[in-house]
């Protein structure tokens, strides 16, 4: 973390103190705003660094690893934030974990991050059964169609909302010709929960239409990271027709619209992998920030 300056920071590996930084980030609509953040301590010895933070913030940015889950600190912070009467955004982080750790299903890794952000969910309510809160304050529930949700991996460096999924994906199956808000929203409004997309009526269904189908989350934004990854990390998508050593550049191309030169697939995973996913959230090699990440609006 290039924000632990201090000395026995950098030998632990953790934060001690919170840290102030100024950033000026845009939200979907290319409208700028300047951010005041503190990036306080994740350790629970250090959650008095936490708790100052919160009594001059507007605001709480709660990042949960999807695999370690609700944490004795993450509860602990949640519960100081409410008492300060600070509203919550959540990032669940490290999704790479689901895909390249614990090698769930895409449909097991959508229970997984469902279960977390029902543990937070719980949390909630139970704090605020135990509070008189200000009339003026309500921490809306968790979820990602209420916009408070964004979905990352620091360490490959991506991050995305429901919206600017649905965007990114609108924007590639028209070409990258714009998209209107309106429709952005409705579209991100079926891609959580038990919704199905029904191919044949081109519609969105509250139950299966078939045993197996796939709920929308998973049809429309795991299963092509999950592609994205075995693509990379295997140099196949594991499916019949991708016999060739080259196919996988192939469905790149065609599938995900992501193209790579010849000198580009050669690079070493890792730094593959980074291009590949920079390429397909659409990063912007100048200000070095996601034009779809979603996490500003």
Not at 30 to 50: A, C, I, M, R, W
Request: with cysteine.
């Amino acid at each position: 973390n290039y924000l632990d300056t201090r000395a026995d920071e950098q030998e632990r590996g953790v934060s001690i103190k919170a840290v102030p930084m100024t950033m000026l980030c845009s939200d979907l609509n290319q409208k700028s705003y300047l951010f005041n953040f503190f990036d306080t301590p994740g350790h629970v010895n250090f959650s008095d660094e936490v708790t100052a933070a919160l009594r001059i913030s507007d605001g709480a940015v709660l990042i949960v690893d999807v695999v370690e889950g609700v944490l004795i600190q993450t509860e602990r912070c949640i519960r100081h934030a409410l008492e300060q009467q600070v509203p919550i955004v959540v990032v669940i982080n490290k999704m790479d974990r689901l895909i390249l750790e614990l090698k769930l299903p895409p449909a097991d890794a959508y229970l997984k991050i469902r279960y977390v952000l029902n543990q937070i969910n719980e949390i909630i309510e139970s704090t605020v059964a135990l509070h008189s809160f200000d009339n003026r304050f309500k921490q809306p529930r968790i979820s990602p169609e209420n916009n408070n949700v964004t979905f990352a991996s620091g360490s490959t460096n991506w991050c995305f909302t429901l919206e600017s999924f649905a965007r990114l994906y609108l924007s590639k199956r028209s070409n990258n010709k714009s998209v209107s808000s309106d429709v952005s929203e409705k579209f991100a409004k079926n891609l959580w929960g038990d919704i199905y997309y029904y191919p044949r009526r081109g519609c969105f269904l509250p139950k299966a239409y078939e045993r197996g189908a796939p709920r929308s989350f998973v049809q429309f934004i795991l299963e092509p990271l999950y592609k994205i990854y075995s693509l990379v990390l295997t140099g196949r998508s594991g499916l019949e027709d991708a016999k060739k050593e080259e196919d996988w550049l192939d469905i790149l191309r065609d599938q995900l619209g992501i193209k790579l030169s010849q000198e580009q697939s050669k690079l070493d995973t890792q730094p593959l992998l980074n291009l590949v996913l920079e390429k397909f959230f659409q990063m912007d090699s100048k200000t070095l920030q996601y034009n779809s990440s979603g996490f500003i609006s």
